[in-house]
């Protein structure tokens, strides 16, 4: 797979590398697994009881496993198919008002996803490139998508399912949305002032990451 104008420079091609790391021994899930088990050692927990508790977690997380999976693999075509890049090359003509855009497209990513996790993964190459293309600190962008995916966590159909069953309120889950959805709106426009606010006038306090 290769990189060719007007992301590198002209009459250019760089190998764009697909590599997939399997990191079995850093990633977060491994230490919880550990935890889990040093809890069973200290706790004095059965075999039998924990296995049973595992069981019933795999069960509970089997779709959001699935879900998580499948965005990531959408994620990996969108990137080395060029669809992230086509999308950023449209998004770079919004020009100085990207900036208050940024944190939207975090948040259009969780309503759809239920997931920040999944609207970085989603939308995160995206920000990237646009801000490439603007000639804006990438840390911003990716940081926006972040932060405006955890305002529309208020929003997330699966995040106010689980809210209305988890106080009662099943069947309360339309009145529930139209509450908080002016709320959300008005915190994610606040956002996209505070981003552009920081891209224009104090683009200082952004750290350089190399």
Request: charged share 10%; net charge positive; glycine share 8%.
């Amino acid at each position: 797979i290769f990189k060719s104008p007007p992301f590198v420079e002209a009459n250019q091609s760089v190998s764009f590398p697909v590599v997939f790391k399997f990191l079995l021994i850093n990633t977060v899930g491994t230490s919880i697994f550990l935890a889990a088990l040093i809890s069973m050692l200290v706790l004095r927990v059965r075999v039998s009881d924990a296995l049973s508790v595992f069981g019933e977690t795999l069960k509970e997380m089997r779709y959001p496993i699935l879900t998580i999976g499948l965005v990531l693999s959408f994620a990996y075509v969108s990137n080395y198919s060029g669809i992230s890049s086509t999308l950023a090359l449209a998004l770079t003509h919004t020009g100085l008002a990207f900036t208050f855009f940024s944190p939207l497209i975090g948040w259009v990513g969780v309503f759809l996803t239920g997931s920040d996790t999944s609207s970085n993964l989603l939308f995160g190459s995206l920000q990237q490139l646009t801000a490439q293309r603007l000639h804006l600190p990438e840390v911003l962008t990716l940081t926006a998508n972040t932060v405006g995916g955890t305002l529309g966590k208020m929003i997330s159909p699966q995040s106010i399912a689980i809210a209305c069953a988890a106080v009662g309120l099943a069947g309360k889950e339309s009145d529930l949305f139209k509450f908080t959805v002016k709320y959300s709106l008005i915190f994610v426009a606040i956002m996209g002032v505070v981003i552009s606010a920081i891209a224009y006038l104090i683009p200082e306090v952004v750290p350089a990451i190399k």
